[in-house]
């Protein structure tokens, strides 16, 4: 299995940045895409960005221009660097991993367990 720890989320003013930080773990696994998203209380989980092991990317049409998903594979590392923040960005972000287990062709999923950011005044 694959653990995913999120840092990084914090108080920031609206205009303000962050930039989030997932940490991938586990044994005997292959992470393909890689991705954040977010929950805000009362709403659904969203898509805010994936990106996949080759790096290509996709976000959100709410936050295109504004964020930034990036990896570095070597440390197993996930980031997600968020400008221009604004109020309705205020939610629980989530790191996720898609992966396959390194003897195996099962697709599975892997969810961390959310970073607040919350963009107020």
């Known amino acids: 299995q694959v653990q995913l720890v999120e840092s990084g989320g914090g108080l920031v003013q609206p205009g303000g940045s962050l930039r989030l930080s997932c940490a991938a773990s586990?044994?005997?696994?292959?992470?393909?895409?890689m991705g954040w998203y977010r929950q805000a209380p009362g709403k659904q989980r969203e898509l805010v960005a994936t990106?996949?092991?080759?790096?290509?990317?996709n976000y959100a049409d709410s936050v295109k221009g504004r964020v930034t998903i990036s990896r570095d594979n070597a440390k197993n590392t996930m980031f997600l660097q968020m400008n221009t923040l604004k109020p309705e960005d205020t939610a629980v972000y989530y790191c996720?991993?898609?992966?396959?287990?390194?003897?195996?062709?099962?697709?599975?999923?892997?969810w961390g367990q959310g970073t607040l950011v919350t963009v107020s005044s």
């Open positions: 996720n991993a898609r992966y396959i287990a390194d003897w195996s062709s099962r697709l599975r999923d892997a």
């Open positions: 586990g044994s005997s696994v292959t992470i393909n895409a």
């Open positions: 990106i996949s092991s080759g790096g290509s990317t």
